[in-house]
């Protein structure tokens, strides 16, 4: 089995470092690099955590600074969500140092090195990932596909309209969108069938023992039980897009049009899934629509417990 070679681009982030861990977890995956931008928290933090994420799972992949605002406007985070520092407070040994340059530049040297296509992976605001496209456009068939967190058919999370990584950068998206290769999205909906009950996180923790899977539950024991879901748990939204690479079987997609509003008002960000083709305009998306949620937490399980 040849293993799908990924650029995971982060803002860890509490949901960020289950989807970090279940990447260094799958040997279905090979991690080239780990790219962080600003996002939940500040690349102060998100940085540090990316480095102490992947030092905490014995990986030593190449961990890339990057973009630490949107390419318009201004930097917000989500501490409400994720805490100060990023990971709800829980303090994890500190990693090793950054990988020399920055994101941006590193993505491109390895596209430009690879000889087959590589897979980038965005769960934060898609910056980095625009930056690399708007900048080397030449590059574009060494991207095999973008997976993507992001985006809502409806509602947001962080306004009515837009969901926090797509509100975050805006452009940045609408760069992946119109880029010409596959973009796969896990949007809201979607990561709203990976719902986090306590019950889910008592037996993920009694799943194993290793520090990783433990650091992974008290983080998660953090995050707030969302309001959007009665407070019944809280939604695991970026492992769900390493999941649908691991196990595609456990998802069902639709292919449609998809155009971001850049306006300034309050639609700014919105994800505009045309479901029934009414636009008449050619797919650019192809959009995660259902997940299995006993099969995503038993492979959490099962994978977050073979680390150390
Ligand atoms: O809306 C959820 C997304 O925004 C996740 O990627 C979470 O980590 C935040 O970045
Ligand atoms: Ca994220």
Do not use: Y
């Not at 990316?50 to 973009?67: D, E, I, K, N, Y």
């Not at 501490?79 to 500190?94: E, F, K, M, Q, S």
């Not at 456009?137 to 985006?151: D, H, Q, T, Y």
């Not at 997609?253 to 505009?272: A, M, N, S």
């Amino acid at each position: 089995m040849s293993r799908i070679r990924i650029i995971l681009d982060c803002d860890p982030g509490t949901d960020d470092a289950f989807a970090l861990m279940l990447a260094f977890a799958a040997p279905e995956l090979e991690v080239l690099a780990v790219t962080v931008a600003g996002g939940n928290v500040g690349l102060e933090h998100t940085m540090p955590n990316a480095l102490a994420l992947t030092a905490l799972a014995g990986s030593t992949v190449p961990v890339f600074a990057g973009a630490d605002r949107p390419l318009l406007g201004a930097f917000t985070s989500e501490t409400a969500v994720h805490g100060d520092d990023g990971l709800g407070g829980i303090r994890l040994p500190p990693g090793g140092a950054p990988a020399p340059g920055v994101a941006a530049d590193a993505i491109r040297d390895l596209l430009r090195r690879a000889d087959t296509p590589i897979t980038l992976v965005g769960i934060g605001p898609a910056t980095n990932l625009a930056l690399v496209l708007m900048t080397e456009p030449a590059l574009l068939p060494k991207v095999e596909r973008i997976v993507l967190m992001s985006g809502a058919w409806a509602e947001g999370n962080a306004t009515p309209a837009a969901e926090f990584n797509a509100l975050s950068d805006p452009e940045a998206l609408a760069v992946l969108v119109s880029c010409g290769r596959p973009v796969v999205f896990a949007t809201l909906e979607l990561t709203a069938q990976a719902l986090a009950t306590p019950a889910h996180l008592a037996r993920l923790r009694a799943a194993g023992s290793g520090r990783c899977l433990q650091a992974l539950c008290d983080i998660q024991a953090t995050v707030p039980l969302s309001r959007r879901f009665d407070r019944k748990g809280a939604a695991l939204h970026d492992p769900c897009a390493i999941a649908w690479l691991i196990r595609p079987d456990l998802f069902t997609t639709r292919d449609c049009h998809v155009e971001i509003d850049l306006g300034p008002g309050p639609g700014r960000g919105r994800t505009l899934f045309d479901r029934w083709g009414r636009l008449g305009k050619a797919a650019n998306a192809t959009v995660l629509e259902t997940l299995n949620p006993q099969g995503f937490f038993d492979l959490l399980e099962e994978r977050l417990a073979r680390l150390p």
